[in-house]
Structures are given as C-alpha cells and as structure tokens.
C-alpha cells in the first residue's frame, strides 16, 4: 500500500498542536523526531548515557511526518494545514521557518520501521516502559513494567510530557484512589496509575481510535478490570452515572490527570473542577513554558491551589487541589 509522507520541519514548541492537526486531518499515522543534540539538557539519574548526537536536527527543531492513505486529496489538505500552521502565531507559538516536502512512499517503510528505535526505559523510580515486541527482565526490586503497544496513531510514552506525568502521578498517588484520566491516548496514564497502586480509572477520550488503542493496552496489561476506557468527554460522566452505565468509578472523584495541549486544559479547568471531590487533585501536564503563566492564572481563578509544578527540559505539570 503506498501514503503520503508530508513532512513538516518546525520548532519543538509547536510539535503538540502540528501533531494534533494532522490526525485531525485524517493522518493514518505520524511520527515526530526532535533534536538530538548533545547540547540539549536531558535526564539521566536512570542510568541514560549519550555520547553522540541522535540525529542532525538543529536545537529547538523537530521534524513531524504525517501519512495520509493513497486516496487522500493531498491538495486540500495540504493548503489546510499550512494554513492552521501560520495561525499558530496569533497563539504565541513560535513555529520558526517552517518547511514543508510531500511524498509519496511504500506503507513497508514506514509502518514498522520506527519500531527499531523504541526500546525498554526506565523513566521513574519505579516504572518502566516496554514496547510488547521486546524482551526485558526488570533490573531493580519493585520495578514496575507498563506493557504498551502504542499503535500507528500514538506515542511510545517517552515524550517528555508524558514521563513527566507519569513521575509527578508516582509522587502524588497514594494508594486506592478512583482518577479520571481525560484524553487518555494509548492509556499509558491509566495503566501507570493502577500499577502505582490507584484502585480504578475512568479513561476517557472522544478519538475512536485512542479508545481502541487503550482498551488493548488494558488488556496487554491484564488491567480490564482496573481501568474502563469510554469514548467520552468530562461531563459526561455525570449523565452516564445517572444512567446507571459502569464508569468503575463513583463521580466526584479523588483525582483526575490530564495529558493534553495547554489551550485544552484552559477549556477543561472549570469541568475538571466540578468532577473532583472537596481537596481533590488535578494533575495536568502537555503545558509548553510559554503557556505556564496563562495556565496558572487560570487554575487559581477556577478555584485551585497549586501545591506543585514539576519540569521537564521546556515542558510544566502542575499538580492543584481543589479549594
């Protein structure tokens, strides 16, 4: 089968929201390769070594690929696209010089390749990822392993977003918490959560296609009974619990976590608010630093109490509670 390749060369700030454009687009799939510079200030208290570049993408770029099936009208899509790129400005996002090239390529080049870069990691003190084709035997007591096939549409968990997410849940988790996990993806979160010791997740998503993706990583993880994926959005969890639907979860709950783009989270702060319980937590990360600032105002207006902001190279996850 052949795609089209369209590849968009940008800065990294603006890879979430370019990322978000071509699935919406109807990309069948899309890969993102940041800079791997030395020069680029990464964690390595898990044991991480880099001596060589990874690649030869300028600091700060990123390089996004999106792959459109064969009969897709590449010339309304692509004019689309660019078009919603510019407009990035108006939102304080710095997209740099961006360059476009369109292809067209053979599915055996691209489907699987990347497959080869995605190995085993550490990413906390206790979990770590691995990909279901590769063999690992954990290295350390009390490591803990999500078992994660992230599908053509998703990421491998590594994005600095998401092991920010996952290391601020395994400081902030107790133990027998009910979370709602909004726009839950391949389910990483979820599963994270319930390994570290969460009684249940409520999974949500409004792609059809992530709600696939995260049943089959709750099964992978032998967690169909921890976690409930629903295509759905926040409130409307309210409606399916009155009507008696199996959400494994009682509304309002103790905490909810979020993985998403700063300009969703400003839309979700009042929602999230009206389904956590009197001090409950809100975890949100995917916030770029340049949204920091409009993000935390934003938060205590709606009535929450930072307790906590953790980074991660130019990525912020706030954990609030609820007034």
């Not at 993102?32 to 993408?57: A, H, M, Q, W």
Request: glycine share 8%; charged share 25%; with cysteine.
């Amino acid at each position: 089968m052949l795609w089209h390749e369209f590849t968009i060369q940008t800065t990294e700030e603006s890879v979430e929201m370019i990322s978000n454009f071509l699935h919406e687009a109807g990309a069948g799939g899309v890969s993102i390769e940041e800079s791997g510079t030395l020069n680029k200030v990464r964690d390595t208290k898990y044991g991480e070594f880099y001596d060589k570049p990874l690649n030869d993408i300028p600091e700060g770029q990123a390089e996004i690929k999106g792959y459109f099936s064969e009969e897709s009208d590449m010339d309304m899509i692509v004019p689309i696209l660019k078009q919603r790129i510019e407009e990035l400005s108006q939102y304080d996002i710095d997209t740099g010089e961006v360059r476009y090239e369109l292809k067209i390529v053979d599915e055996d080049a691209w489907a699987n390749a990347w497959k080869q870069y995605f190995k085993p990691i550490r990413i906390s003190n206790t979990l770590t990822i691995k990909p279901t084709w590769e063999e690992y035997t954990p290295e350390v007591e009390g490591e803990k392993i999500i078992h994660l096939d992230p599908g053509m549409a998703f990421g491998t968990g590594t994005h600095p977003t998401t092991t920010l997410c996952l290391r601020t849940l395994e400081n902030v988790i107790q133990g027998g918490e009910e979370i709602i996990d909004v726009g839950t993806g391949s389910g990483i979160l979820a599963i994270g959560a319930i390994l570290l010791g969460a009684k249940h997740v409520l999974a949500l998503d409004l792609d059809t296609v992530a709600v696939h993706s995260a049943k089959e990583n709750a099964t992978l993880n032998e967690m169909e009974g921890s976690i409930t994926v629903k295509e759905s959005d926040l409130l409307s969890v309210f409606k399916h619990q009155q009507e008696g639907i199996n959400l494994g979860v009682t509304v309002p709950v103790k905490m909810v976590v979020a993985n998403i783009l700063a300009e969703v989270i400003l839309l979700l702060i009042d929602d999230v608010y009206q389904v956590l319980e009197p001090e409950g937590i809100f975890i949100t990360s995917g916030i770029y630093k340049n949204k920091e600032q409009v993000v935390q105002e934003a938060l205590i207006a709606s009535n929450f109490e930072i307790i906590d902001v953790n980074r991660e190279e130019e990525w912020i996850a706030f954990v609030a509670r609820k007034r």
